[in-house]
């Protein structure tokens, strides 16, 4: 069974799911689909740089992004832009997903707040064997810098797992997920302390 999800269309206000431990994970429906659009937002202590080096680390995906069966880029177009290949590890009974996203990167010159958009690119590389390549995801990361030496992150998806899935299942499954990561970036960005790019920029100390 095919989902269909309409990018930017949106049926009702968010709805709380989870909130525990600077973890905020809200809910809502795509118009034209039971599917859920998830957004989690949490704080962690953290510079700009570090959280932008755990992202880009495609090596270490495994290590803290839920069911991750690892990832790889696959073509990066300096720093802002990157196709990047990641395998799930699906629950029993699904089957494994594969998925390409593109990255994009912008980071704007006042508040340095930073937004990475996710857009699917299933075509990219031929599907694998064995795999149900995922037909339909996006989103985006933000970063907003906050005072003290925080940063604030959004991490807003949604996705059609492709194959034979119930939707319960599906929601259930990406709710799980975006809560898990995010549960798990701040343990991970601690070991990316001394991370520096000039390609991000910091925000200022009063």
């Given at each position: 069974?095919?989902?269909?999800?309409?990018?930017?269309?949106?049926?009702?206000?968010?709805?709380?799911?989870?909130?525990?431990?600077?973890?905020?994970?809200?809910?809502?429906?795509?118009?034209?689909?039971?599917?859920?659009?998830?957004?989690?937002?949490?704080?962690?202590?953290?510079?700009?740089?570090?959280?932008?080096?755990?992202?880009?680390?495609?090596?270490?995906?495994?290590?803290?992004?839920?069911?991750?069966?690892?990832?790889?880029?696959?073509?990066?177009?300096?720093?802002?832009?990157?196709?990047?290949?990641?395998?799930?590890?699906?629950?029993?009974?699904?089957?494994?997903r594969d998925t390409i996203v593109r990255f994009d990167y912008r980071q704007d010159p006042l508040t340095r707040e930073i937004v990475i958009t996710i857009t699917n690119a299933p075509d990219f590389i031929p599907a694998r064997e064995n795999l149900v390549r995922v037909p339909?995801?996006?989103?985006?990361?933000?970063?907003?810098?906050?005072?003290?030496?925080?940063?604030?992150?959004?991490?807003?998806?949604?996705?059609?797992?492709?194959?034979?899935?119930?939707?319960?299942?599906?929601?259930?499954?990406?709710?799980?997920?975006?809560?898990?990561?995010?549960?798990?970036?701040?343990?991970?960005?601690?070991?990316?302390?001394?991370?520096?790019?000039?390609?991000?920029?910091?925000?200022?100390?009063?």
């Open positions: 069974m095919d989902f269909l999800l309409v990018p930017g269309a949106r049926a009702q206000d968010w709805q709380l799911v989870h909130s525990a431990d600077r973890l905020q994970v809200q809910r809502r429906n795509y118009e034209g689909s039971e599917l859920d659009e998830i957004r989690g937002v949490i704080a962690v202590e953290a510079s700009l740089n570090a959280v932008m080096a755990l992202l880009k680390d495609d090596a270490f995906n495994d290590q803290w992004v839920y069911r991750s069966g690892g990832a790889e880029i696959l073509r990066q177009d300096g720093y802002a832009s990157a196709y990047v290949y990641g395998v799930v590890d699906a629950p029993w009974p699904m089957l494994d339909d995801f996006g989103g985006f990361w933000k970063l907003r810098p906050q005072a003290g030496g925080r940063v604030e992150v959004i991490y807003q998806v949604y996705g059609d797992p492709g194959g034979l899935v119930p939707v319960w299942l599906a929601n259930f499954a990406a709710q799980r997920s975006v809560i898990r990561t995010l549960q798990n970036l701040g343990p991970a960005v601690a070991r990316y302390a001394g991370a520096h790019s000039p390609f991000v920029q910091e925000l200022a100390a009063d």
